[in-house]
């Protein structure tokens, strides 16, 4: 292998679980965003913009549908001989017949420290596989070049309120790291740690052989970056002043692609000059019927809309039939809404089918009786391959996954804040 000067290394391996029925059988970075993209698109795509060619994906947790995405890395230009990307799942080593999961993030690059040595990078960029975001990480390389930098970790300013949900990074007058709080409940500052790190590769290889030895969970938030503060290496903050959206609830995967309709939206899908590339067979253009309404909605290609269509994100191949109509919304790739169905404020993931008349998100929007944590803001999900059938009425806050049928409701209901899954 040629040497490298920096490569960038994916977590991607991730549950999901506070996205509820959307990651009950697909990876958090495989999930549908913004109609026709996957999650994992962003980083990947700001990898091989910002000229990054050699990228290590660490999958686990359901990794059959982001495997097929990633491919050989074809739509994102990094099918290469030298490089390219790579997808590196948990495996055996001598010695262990259970197998090694990987058990915290910092653990799973230790896990993939040979796949790093045979680029012998002198910088790596640690990325997660779960946010929305444009970057040119080659400006972040600079300064960590600049700073003479060990670590780099690349900080957004966010509300001093929900500030106690990020970790939250301490930095002097020069921007240099002098205390990391991991969900403070009073913060110090508002710089949130956006989970990308840059480090020169040999300090942080010795940093993962040391706290391997002690934590089996070595987490990069909870040990190696609090350790290289300690210690007084080189910890700077790179501060980002772009669009950055974590979507791991469902609320905030919901706002994310609702901003996406905006008359001008705030995050730019059609920049030129930043491509967001995925992996999506040649589809059909999209077809509206003679008394279609479809208002300040995003439709992607292979669509066929026959009803009504407000305010909501439709991915490829979705059909909504006569008399259906559908309000702020998120619809994903290949689902059937069937005639006279009414879809307000929920969640729809891929291959479903809705049937006739059906209602979703009606009623007050009572907490989730056992998921409040997930089910509190009146969206209700759906999980993929799900079927709906004809004349039910489905509460706000609901959770919906399996084939299910007529009998599988109460009276024809599923009442607010429950689940159904089959």
Not at 379 to 384: E, R, V, Y
Request: charge should be negative; glycine fraction near 10%.
């Amino acid at each position: 292998m040629n040497k490298k000067e920096m490569i960038a290394m994916l977590l991607a391996g991730g549950q999901g679980s506070r996205l509820g029925a959307l990651t009950k059988q697909i990876a958090k970075p495989a999930v549908m965003f913004g109609g026709k993209y996957r999650i994992i698109d962003f980083p990947l795509s700001n990898c091989i913009n910002s000229g990054i060619d050699t990228v290590g994906v660490l999958t686990q947790y359901e990794p059959l549908l982001l495997t097929k995405h990633i491919g050989i890395g074809i739509p994102w230009d990094l099918d290469r001989r030298n490089g390219g990307v790579t997808v590196l799942p948990p495996f055996q080593k001598t010695g262990n017949k259970q197998g090694s999961w990987y058990s915290g993030t910092a653990n799973a690059i230790y896990h993939n420290i040979r796949y790093i040595d045979d680029y012998d990078p002198e910088y790596i960029l640690v990325l997660s596989g779960d946010h929305v975001y444009k970057m040119d990480y080659s400006e972040m390389l600079e300064e960590h070049k600049k700073n003479g930098a060990d670590a780099t970790i690349a900080v957004i300013e966010v509300p001093m309120e929900i500030a106690p949900q990020f970790g939250i990074m301490n930095a002097n007058s020069e921007g240099r790291i002098v205390e990391f709080e991991e969900k403070p409940a009073q913060p110090k500052s508002n710089l949130a740690s956006m989970g990308i790190y840059i480090f020169t590769w040999k300090v942080l290889r010795e940093a993962l052989l040391k706290d391997n030895t002690i934590h089996e969970d070595s987490d990069f938030g909870k040990h190696i970056i609090p350790d290289m503060i300690n210690s007084e290496k080189n910890v700077y903050a790179y501060r980002f002043n772009d669009y950055w959206r974590d979507i791991g609830t469902i609320e905030a995967y919901w706002k994310a692609n609702m901003e996406l309709t905006e008359t001008v939206p705030i995050f730019n899908l059609y920049d030129e000059f930043w491509k967001i590339y995925t992996n999506i067979e040649h589809q059909l253009p999209q077809y509206a019927g003679n008394d279609a309404i479809i208002e300040q909605s995003l439709v992607s290609e292979g669509c066929e809309v026959y009803g009504e269509v407000y305010h909501s994100v439709l991915g490829p191949k979705v059909i909504v039939e006569e008399g259906a109509v559908i309000r702020n919304s998120i619809i994903m790739g290949e689902t059937i809404v069937r005639k006279g169905a009414n879809l307000e404020t929920c969640i729809v993931s891929e291959k479903c089918e809705i049937g006739e008349n059906t209602y979703i998100g009606v009623g007050e929007a009572v907490p989730h009786v056992t998921k409040p944590h997930i089910y509190s803001s009146g969206i209700s999900a759906i999980g993929d391959n799900t079927i709906i059938p004809d004349n039910v009425k489905i509460g706000k806050n609901c959770e919906v996954s399996g084939h299910t049928l007529q009998d599988h409701y109460e009276d024809g209901v599923l009442e607010s804040g429950h689940s159904l899954i089959i």
